[in-house]
């Protein structure tokens, strides 16, 4: 595995499967992890996510400075775990930030990355259109994000019902 991207619906199994894949390649692991525990609920499924994984993972927290952590993991990873993109994006958008910059900065990133890396993001552009601007917004940064890094991106992966479908290469 050079470089993953894992897309899916919630609770499709994407996470589950980028997260066996990762642990694939010998050494040291490390996830990056965009989410930000604002209520219990989140706090539960963070906690859920720990407790997933096993003494090979170091956790790192990266709600915005994506790139940043990426290149930090690099430096004492064997692989990379980044769980989610569609969280970090919703974090960016929500802080007013230029998503489109932090797109182009995270895909240079990745394309450069000296050790195996997987990226999981949610596939959202399946249902119908949202009936607000700021829903419309993410939908489209998302299926943006996910166009750009699959192009970068050496396999694609969609995950539904548990099951990977690989789209790339086919």
Same mark, same amino acid.
């Given at each position: ?10 609770? +499709?199994? #994407? +996470? ?11 050494? #040291? ?19 859920? *996510? ?7 993972? *170091? ?12 290149? +930090? ?12 993109? !569609? ?22 990133? %990745?394309? !450069? ?7 999981? +993001? ?25 166009? #750009? ?6 396999? %694609?992966?969609?995950? !539904? ?6 789209? #790339?290469?086919?």
């Amino acid at each position: 595995m050079k470089s993953l991207l894992v897309l899916g619906g919630a609770r +499709s199994g #994407k +996470s589950r499967y980028a997260q066996a894949r990762s642990e694939e390649i010998p050494g #040291k692991l490390a996830y990056v992890a965009t989410a930000q525990a604002l209520d219990e609920e989140m706090a539960d499924r963070i906690a859920r *996510h720990r407790a997933d994984r096993n003494a090979l993972w *170091h956790t790192i927290e990266a709600p915005f400075d994506l790139a940043d952590a990426i290149s +930090s993991a690099a430096q004492e990873a064997d692989a990379i775990l980044v769980d989610c993109l !569609t969280l970090w994006l919703s974090n960016l958008i929500l802080a007013g930030a230029d998503i489109e910059v932090a797109g182009d900065i995270l895909c240079q990133t %990745v394309a !450069t990355c000296g050790v195996p890396i997987a990226l999981v +993001s949610n596939e959202v552009g399946l249902g119908i259109v949202p009936d607000n601007a700021l829903a419309r917004t993410f939908r489209d940064a998302a299926g943006r994000l996910n166009q #750009k890094l699959a192009g970068e991106i050496a396999e %694609v992966v969609l995950v !539904t019902a548990g099951l990977p479908l690989r789209i #790339k290469p086919g």
